[in-house]
């Protein structure tokens, strides 16, 4: 078994520019990295993209064009740097708070996904996508509080008693079902060496599945 994130949503709004705005090799570097996003060619597009804000780095819009290409490409620290950027040039663009938080999100930071959504809204209180990215943030961010305080019980339980291997064993099984695997690989070790016996139930323990391939769990296991 496997534990679930939810997945927001980040809108994909492009903006071209225009020379009034900006140099024309600006105008023309932007709207060409912004045709190539279009056409789903997000590699190409980032070196126009990068060229476009060298030129114009004030420009909150092609900075808003190259942290989604950034974004699609899953390079997030630096769609963070570029949607952070775009928010101080505008405070008031409620696209970028609203994918600077599925980034957030993506990487795991939910109440600063939390933060950026929230203000979002308070933008944009109409936004058809606004209050389901929130409530999913907010979803995900319980999963997270969950997750952490059955592992600390977990922990802390182990702290009582020390030479108890299903005290160890309990807290490997909940390190493997969250995908921490190397804490878990350490625990199941202790339990083992502290005596654990059920070797039958440890390999077929669903919740250690996420570590059965792992090198570590195999040596573990030879010859049980």
């Not at 938080?101 to 600063?112: A, C, L, P």
């Not at 979002?120 to 389901?132: C, F, N």
């Not at 969250?178 to 654990?196: P, R």
Request: one cysteine or more.
């Amino acid at each position: 078994m496997r534990s679930s994130l939810l997945i927001l949503v980040c809108i994909s709004f492009l903006w071209t520019i225009t020379a009034q705005a900006a140099s024309d090799e600006a105008v023309e570097r932007n709207n060409q990295g912004v045709e190539l996003l279009k056409q789903g060619k997000i590699e190409e597009a980032i070196g126009p993209l990068l060229k476009a804000v060298e030129l114009n780095p004030k420009d909150p819009n092609v900075r808003m064009n190259l942290a989604y290409a950034y974004d699609q490409q899953g390079r997030l620290d630096e769609a963070i740097i570029h949607y952070q950027k775009a928010i101080e040039l505008n405070p008031r663009d409620s696209v970028a708070r609203n994918n600077l938080g599925v980034v957030y999100n993506k990487i795991g930071h939910y109440d600063e996904a939390i933060r950026e959504l929230e203000k979002s809204l308070e933008i944009d209180p109409k936004s058809a996508t606004g209050p389901k990215n929130l409530e999913t943030a907010k979803r995900n961010q319980s999963v997270i509080q969950e997750r952490e305080s059955k592992i600390a019980e977990a922990v802390k339980n182990v702290g009582a008693h020390p030479e108890n291997p299903q005290a160890h064993y309990s807290l490997a099984r909940l390190y493997a079902f969250y995908g921490k695997k190397d804490q878990a690989i350490g625990s199941l070790e202790k339990a083992l060496k502290l005596g654990y016996h059920d070797i039958g139930y440890v390999k077929t323990d669903t919740a250690l599945d996420n570590i059965r391939n792992e090198p570590d769990y195999v040596w573990l296991l030879r010859g049980r």
